[in-house]
């Protein structure tokens, strides 16, 4: 079965500090791979997708970026962090075919920043 | 454009009583998909269904139900005897066609009193 992970759990980072989010998925291969973001406990906003390695779709201009270094690793990064930035970081895969549609969620990363 | 709205920010309910979380789609595509999500406090969404433009046959899965009617662009999720484990934050999403991205509502957050 697909597992997929983030971490870490919780951060607390200084204005201005740089970020670096990672996300790897297990039990699948080639995987479509999405970064999201929850601000204020509320509706979710699409920051970049992956369609394979080293290809990344930007959605929100920001001081934000990822990368897709390997085929089930997404990293998102920032060199720095601005208060707006906080929030509840959720990455997620889906396949292709039939269920390409289908995303599938990790636990998040709550970043806070100071 | 491509619109999500769930206008009801809050339900709250007694356990055993249903409740019908609304949500209300816009789009030009002919083809497109349609998702329930669930956010428990932990804070990981968990996919409920996905419905594809064609298929505007009503589902049920256990106690959840939807009904999907293109006609008035409505895809809405009942609880039946509701119970406390259901008590989360849930999404309506769109995913307009061949692009694997959710456009996500803002959320009902549901809360079931014992």
């Known amino acids: 079965s697909q597992t997929i992970h983030q971490w870490p759990v919780t951060l607390v980072q200084p204005v201005g500090s740089p970020l670096s989010l990672e996300c790897t998925v297990e039990g699948t291969s080639n995987p479509n791979l999405y970064w999201y973001r929850q601000a204020a406990g509320r509706g979710l906003q699409l920051l970049f997708y992956?369609?394979?390695?080293?290809?990344i779709s930007s959605e929100v201009p920001q001081n934000l970026s990822a990368s897709r270094p390997q085929d089930r690793q997404f990293i998102l990064s920032s060199k720095k962090l601005l208060l707006s930035d906080s929030g509840f970081y959720l990455c997620a895969w889906s396949g292709t075919g039939f269920s390409e549609y289908e995303q599938y969620f990790g636990p998040g990363t709550r970043l806070t920043v100071t | 454009a491509q619109k999500v709205t769930q206008a009801q920010t809050e339900i709250s309910v007694v356990e055993k009583e249903d409740v019908t979380l609304d949500c209300v789609y816009e789009?030009?595509?002919?083809?497109?998909?349609l998702f329930w999500y669930k956010q428990p406090p932990s804070g990981e969404l968990v996919f409920l269904i996905r419905?594809?433009?064609?298929?505007?046959q009503n589902e049920i899965s256990g106690r959840y139900s939807w009904n999907f009617q293109k006609s008035t662009s409505s895809f809405n999720f009942t609880i039946t005897a509701s119970q406390v484990v259901d008590s989360a934050v849930y999404f309506c999403a769109l995913s307009p066609s061949n692009t694997g991205k959710l456009i996500f509502g803002q959320g009902t957050t549901l809360q079931v009193k014992p």
């Open positions: 419905r594809n433009s064609f298929d505007e």
């Open positions: 992956s369609v394979g390695i080293g290809q």
């Open positions: 789009t030009r595509d002919t083809t497109y998909y």
